[in-house]
């Protein structure tokens, strides 16, 4: 394995610690790795080295090159000199990527705390997004960083249907950052279709990073650490994985419902569809006046399961789709 350490700013202590792996040779059919961008917490105020590489390592165990990102902090932290920082190095890798044999559209991001709050950006708002990004306990708000940050964005607000597909971890008793800012991103992912995996563990203190004796573990329920092996499995589900023949592609289709597909199908949701006059006019006569709509209409149902529920014929299912099917998207409401 072959590591560097490379000076993006002097002034601001800003660097990018690669780890990288070998490929061919007894490396029978690997070419390329994926890789992660690990971006460890402290508030803004520091770069935890608890949160660097003990985590860096897992992920170089399971066959990733690794990254880390030691960000703009303390005096130089106003927004947005950490986002630059996240896409001068993102811009790097992706740069190097046949260099450094890296698959450049399988690149994750990994954020602790204050760096889950970078990685939560990058997911959301920058110009070189990750195609992952797994935020442990993030601090959403940035509340705990407000002074130093000086106007950190909304995060929130910037989830949109471009945001990569999470994965996000915390513990109901972080006694630091509030349990509500991972429920209140995983309520803004729902909102906008972006497919998530959550693990909200029972009891855990703020900053455990990995949760091995590795970083010095204090008190937390057993399953907290399982969210390293939790994550690759997930990762390999996004980005692929190692097969006998070496990487192998994605094997799980981050397609939640039809809404963005080019026509109108069974599988849109029922309140997405309920913006067309066209589909609100024809669904009442479809119920032969057994539910109303949109009254009936949810974020999540989509108008296929409804139907299965209502026990319509498999004939009035076909005619429903076919109608919809001919109803341009173009004719929904302002």
């Known amino acids: ?14 660097s990018l610690t690669c780890y990288l792996q070998p490929v061919g040779g007894e490396f029978t059919g690997i070419c390329e790795r994926p890789a992660v961008l690990v971006i460890p917490g402290g508030g803004y105020r520091y770069c935890s080295d608890r949160e660097a590489d003990p985590v860096a390592l ?3 165990k399971a066959g990733y090159h690794a990254f880390i990102l030691r960000y703009s902090c303390g005096v130089h932290a106003a927004w947005p000199t950490p986002l630059n920082d996240y896409e001068q190095a993102m811009s790097l890798i992706r740069e190097k990527a046949g260099e450094w044999h890296v698959v450049k559209d399988r690149i994750a991001v990994i954020g602790f705390s204050a760096g889950g709050h970078l990685a939560a950006c990058a997911a959301t708002m920058s110009k070189n997004r990750p195609n992952a990004a797994i ?15 000086k106007d950190p964005p909304d995060i929130l607000a910037a989830v949109d249907g471009k945001t990569c597909p999470c994965f996000i971890f915390a513990s109901r008793t972080d006694n630091l950052v509030p349990i509500r800012n991972s429920v209140d991103m995983i309520d803004a992912l729902t909102k906008h279709d972006v497919a998530f995996e959550s693990h909200i563990y029972s009891n855990a203190p703020h900053g455990l990073s990995t949760g091995d004796p590795s970083v010095g573990v204090r008190e937390m329920c057993r399953r907290y650490p399982n969210w390293v092996a939790d994550s690759l499995t997930w990762l390999e589900d996004v ?20 809404n963005r597909d080019e026509t109108l199908n069974l599988d849109c949701t029922m309140d997405y569809l309920a913006q067309f006059p066209a589909v609100r006019a024809m669904l ?13 209409a949810g974020s999540v149902i989509t ?19 076919t109608r919809l099917r001919a109803i341009p998207k173009s004719d929904k409401e302002a």
């Not at 094997?251 to 939640?256: E, L, P, S, T, Y």
Request: glycine share 12%; aromatic share 14%.
């Open 1 to 14: 394995m072959k590591s560097e350490v490379i000076v993006l700013s002097e002034e601001r202590k800003v």
């Open 284 to 296: 009442p006569e479809c119920f032969e006046g057994q539910y109303r709509y949109p009254e009936a």
């Open 58 to 60: 897992a992920y170089l």
């Open 135 to 149: 935020l442990g306990y993030p601090d959403i708000s940035g509340a705990f960083a407000w002074d130093l940050l």
């Open 303 to 321: 108008l296929g399961s409804f139907l299965r529920f209502a026990r319509l014929s498999e004939e009035a299912v076909r005619d429903i789709e």
């Open 239 to 258: 980005l692929g994985g190692f097969g006998p023949e070496g990487l192998t592609e994605p094997n799980f289709g981050f397609r939640i419902n039809g």
